[in-house]
Each structure stands twice: as C-alpha cells, then as structure tokens.
C-alpha cells in the first residue's frame, strides 16, 4: 500500500459533490481509474429506478496466473472463465449532506490518532469519510494487486449508488450480473438476527468456513457473530 497516493484519492474523492442522487462525478472518477488499471467497467440501469444521474458502476479483472477451466457460475456473465468466485469489494457513492464543496485537512491529534493525525472537515460540512475511504481504499487495493503482478482468482467491484436514503442502488443493482443480491426480504428477521446470512449462504450453496462478514457498525459485529461467521469491523461507514 502507497499511503500517500491513498490519503490522495482520498482527498481527491471527498472534493467531489456526491450527494445521493447526484454521484456521476464520484462514479466517472472512479471509472477513470479502473479502466488504466485493465478493469471491464459497466454501469448498471438501476437509475432507472433510484432516480440517480448514473446506474450503480461494476468493474471485473480476469483472473492472472490461475487457469480457468470453467466458470464459476452458470447463471452470472460476470463470472464467465473465472475458475472459482474472484474476490469481491463493495462502497457506496454517495454521502449524506451537507456534502458540497468538502475541504479536507489534516490536523494534528494525538488524543484521536496513534500516529497523532487526524483528517477532517474544514468547514461546515460532512467529510465524507462514509463511504468514500470504503471507496479510496478500495481502488488503492486494486492498484497494488494489479502492480505487484501477484496471481489471483478475479477482481469484482461494485460502487451503488443511493445508500443514504435507503440502499437504493444495492436494492435493484442488475441482478443478472451476479450470483445472488439480497436486500431486505418480508419473513426474515433483520441485523443482528443471523437469518439474513444464513438465507444467503443456502442460496449460493457455502459453507461458513467459506464466508467473511464485513460490516460498519456493532450491529454487523453481532451479525457475524451471531451467524458463527469469522467478522471483520472497518473503521469507516455508518457510524464513523
């Protein structure tokens, strides 16, 4: 990881006006750099719906260095020649207002930051960090797989569109895209029940051993707890 050319993106990304709704300059950044690195970038039709100015945008990267003797579903186009299911990383775009005009700066702090540095917002606004260090950090991680020339399974990226005012983008995201993409569903008990996840996993037919719980608040800890998962906590997102 380049921690500069993160903090970087970073800055560059927050820069830009991405209330919900409105995230085409957030979405074309970040097409941008997908495309230099080799990524395949579509956007999906789900403005049609959300009443955004751009559809969720989904990138992929074949595989390097692992043959492909067949894809690794039947029922998804993205997955074609994958040999197994590549890894998978997920933000969203837009952030809550008032998110116009953000200035970012770096303070120091040393009650807040064991390196005593601290990002915030200049002036009356949001910084934004919720979900565009998801997003920075996502895109550095893409950099550095593909520069190190390391061989890995396929690179799927989904940037949705809508979180804010009620995951619009992850709600109608084009499903013949992918395996499998679940909201929220009549008949099954919400976060931190486990009903959720276990639904999902029958679905795609895994194991827990094969599953990792990511998630933004104590409620996804619990989740994954719950659901006997092995759970990662990010430092970024609904309760940042």
């Not at 002036?123 to 890995?152: F, M, N, Q, Y």
């Not at 569109?161 to 992918?178: N, R, S």
């Amino acid at each position: 990881m380049q921690a500069e050319r993160l903090m970087n993106t970073f800055f560059d990304l927050v820069k830009i006006d991405s209330p919900s709704r409105k995230e085409a300059g957030v979405a074309h950044y970040c097409q941008h750099v997908l495309e230099d690195l080799g990524f395949t970038v579509c956007f999906d039709a789900s403005n049609e719906q959300t009443g955004s100015e751009t559809g969720n945008l989904v990138a992929w990267l074949a595989p390097k260095g692992v043959v492909a003797t067949e894809a690794a579903s039947e029922n998804s186009p993205l997955l074609n020649g994958f040999e197994s299911a590549p890894i998978v990383f997920t933000a969203h775009m837009d952030c809550v207002q008032p998110c116009g005009g953000v200035e970012p700066e770096v303070v120091k702090d040393s009650t807040l930051s064991d390196k005593g540095l601290l990002v915030r917002s200049k002036g009356e606004t949001v910084l934004g960090s919720d979900d565009k260090a998801g997003v920075a950090s996502i895109l550095e991680a893409a950099r550095c797989i593909v520069e190190s020339g390391a061989p890995h399974k396929g690179i799927v990226i989904v940037f949705t569109v809508c979180e804010e005012i009620g995951c619009l983008g992850a709600k109608y995201l084009d499903q013949e895209l992918f395996d499998y993409a679940q909201g929220q569903k009549e008949g099954i008990r919400r976060k931190p029940e486990p009903d959720g996840v276990w639904y999902l996993m029958e679905q795609m037919h895994v194991s827990k051993e094969e599953c990792l719980y990511i998630g933004d608040s104590e409620v996804d800890a619990a989740t994954g707890r719950n659901a006997g998962l092995k759970t990662i906590g990010v430092l970024w997102g609904f309760r940042d």
